[in-house]
């Protein structure tokens, strides 16, 4: 795992990456790969403080998890990039090509994967991925 378990300890790394970012300061690879998303999501931005550690982004309460939603994306970059499911590029670059726009192309990607990951903890089991890439495979 590329980030630890605690939840607070996982959104500092994202405060922590997005202030080093707009200071100018040196950071490491991923922290420039989470300042990158933070930079695509400016409706995020705000969200980049100490004071959302303690927030809930429960579902029924109408708002989306930002942490939540940027570390998607980075899993689908991390996907793409290793070819992980097997096949997950292709149909990327397909995906890309008719969305015409990579961050489009992300999102449509990342409900697929939320509701793999979903399912998978509903049924206390590993991600079907095969399942996943031919839910991919349907919005080309």
Not at 6 to 28: F, H, N, P, T, V
Not at 32 to 46: F, G
Not at 55 to 74: C, I, R
Request: proline share 4%; hydrophobic share 40%.
């Amino acid at each position: 795992m590329i980030f630890g378990s605690d939840r607070d300890e996982l959104r500092q790394m994202y405060i922590d990456a997005w202030r080093k970012s707009c200071a100018g300061e040196l950071m490491s690879p991923l922290e420039s790969q989470i300042a990158q998303v933070i930079q695509e999501h400016p409706e995020y931005q705000s969200a980049m403080t100490a004071d959302t550690l303690e927030e809930s982004y429960a579902p029924e309460g109408g708002k989306t998890n930002p942490f939540l939603h940027m570390g998607l994306h980075l899993a689908v970059r991390e996907q793409v990039a290793t070819n992980r499911p097997q096949g997950i590029a292709e149909v990327f670059e397909q995906l890309l090509t008719k969305a015409g726009d990579r961050l489009a192309a992300e999102h449509q990607v990342l409900d697929c994967l939320a509701e793999a990951l979903w399912t998978a903890q509903n049924n206390n089991a590993a991600p079907d991925e095969q399942a996943y890439l031919e839910s991919l495979r349907r919005l080309i």
